[in-house]
């Protein structure tokens, strides 16, 4: 049984760091994560204790032990692969961007509609100078999710 805590508590261990620190252990070029290993580490551990705990053979204790830690570090990469891959892309620039003013914009606060065509929703923005709603602005620079625009004319 003591084989069994001490591997449940070094991938307990392994797992924690994978999730505060990130990744520490990426093997075969993401195919197997730390993440992963942490978690059938810890099932191993789990299951292993459980078996010897019910006074069922050794052998029996190891070999369903592997055999559900196989199992649960492939469905964790799966998803952790799933995850990765989903993540958003690198972020575009708005610089230059057009759009609306939705409210009237000052230094503190307004609210615009860019015309990009990968710009769904509204942003905050802010102006050095008052614009009204309505008007038509240029985005100077991005901070986050904010904008910071100037009123832009037709001859610009």
């Given at each position: ?25 990426d ?8 993440t ?14 459980i ?35 989903s ?10 961007v057009?759009g ?14 860019l ?20 008007a ?7 901070s986050?999710s ?7 004319f037709a001859?610009?």
């Open positions: 049984m003591i084989v069994f805590l001490v591997i449940g508590i070094a991938a307990l261990a392994l797992l924690l760091l994978s999730l505060l620190v990130g990744e520490i252990v093997l075969g070029d993401g195919s197997l994560s730390g992963s290993l942490g978690v059938g580490g810890v099932v191993f551990g789990s299951v292993g204790v078996v010897t705990a019910n006074d069922l053979p050794t052998w029996v204790a190891y070999v369903g032990s592997l055999v559900v830690a196989v199992v649960v570090v492939l469905v964790v990469q799966r998803l952790v692969t799933h995850l990765r891959d993540e958003d892309g690198t972020p575009v620039s708005l610089v230059g057009q609306t003013a939705t409210t009237a914009i000052d230094p503190s606060r307004g609210e615009v509609s015309d990009a065509a990968h710009e769904l929703e509204r942003r905050l923005a802010w102006s050095e100078e008052p614009i009204p709603e309505g038509r602005v240029v985005v100077l620079e991005q986050g904010k904008v910071r625009v100037r009123r832009h001859n610009d």
